[in-house]
T-cell receptor
Framework: SQQGEEDPQALSIQEGENATMNCSYK?????LQWYRQNSGRGLVHLIL?????REKHSGRLRVTLDTSKKSSSLLITASRAADTASYFC??????????FGKGTKLTVNP | EAQVTQNPRYLITVTGKKLTVTCSQN?????MSWYRQDPGLGLRQIYY???????DKGDVPEGYKVSRKEKRNFPLILESPSPNQTSLYFC????????????FGPGTRLTVT
């Protein structure tokens, strides 16, 4: 059961530019999480945003949540080549399972 | 160092030969889960465990078994592997349920011929 769907599937930008990825979901959620995965490696947690929150920041990362539109966005500011990775959203709908989207593949060109 | 470990990291096996992928965490986490990752399909949950002796099916449990006899370990068992189980497998753990960040292991790349 796919809940979160990331958009775009792939994104290529130049170093220093901002990268924005979106996640849409279908049912109400308790929280939404964003993860990063470097090629073939384990996922690393970035940010968790709860359903009663609208925006969270962590360093160069900014996450917004719009529960009325059932969508979230992840903004990476001043991107670096090291940000090249796949980014996943995961939703918690209270079913004791986290459901992951298919991811956005970000390439940051030096 | 807080971590989730998986073994083996790479495994090539033949159809029908039983195998076990081990997963261990040193963070005293209650919640553990197994995922498989396939191109174009993303990450899908196989099984999860809320605590010792408590396990439940995820979205794609067919062909897999798990056990949770100790809090730190959550092995994934393929009793009769088939080629469609060729995939990248991840174990993850968290403090409790899905309201907490998940810590992922490094992954096990399994090929079944």
């Amino acid at each position: 059961s796919q809940q979160g769907e990331e958009d775009p599937q792939a994104l290529s930008i130049q170093e220093g530019e901002n990268a924005t990825m979106n996640c849409s979901y279908k049912t109400s959620i308790n929280n939404l999480q964003w993860y990063r995965q470097n090629s073939g490696r384990g996922l690393v947690h970035l940010i968790l945003i709860r359903s009663n929150e609208r925006e969270k920041h962590s360093g160069r990362l900014r996450v917004t949540l719009d529960t009325s539109k059932k969508s979230s966005s992840l903004l990476i500011t001043a991107s670096r080549a090291a940000d090249t990775a796949s980014y996943f959203c995961a939703t918690d709908s209270g079913s004791e399972k986290l459901v992951f989207g298919k991811g956005t593949k970000l390439t940051v060109n030096p | 160092e807080a971590q989730v470990t998986q073994n083996p990291r790479y495994l090539i096996t033949v159809t029908g030969k039983k195998l076990t992928v081990t997963c261990s965490q040193n963070m005293n986490h209650e919640y553990m889960s197994w995922y498989r990752q396939d191109p174009g399909l993303g990450l899908r949950q196989i099984y999860y465990s809320m605590n010792v002796e408590v396990t439940d099916k995820g979205d794609v449990p067919e062909g897999y078994k798990v056990s949770r006899k100790e809090k730190r370990n959550f092995p994934l068992i393929l009793e009769s592997p088939s080629p469609n189980q060729t995939s990248l497998y991840f174990c993850a753990s968290s403090l409790g349920r899905t309201s907490y960040e998940q810590y992922f292991g490094p992954g096990t790349r399994l090929t079944v011929t």
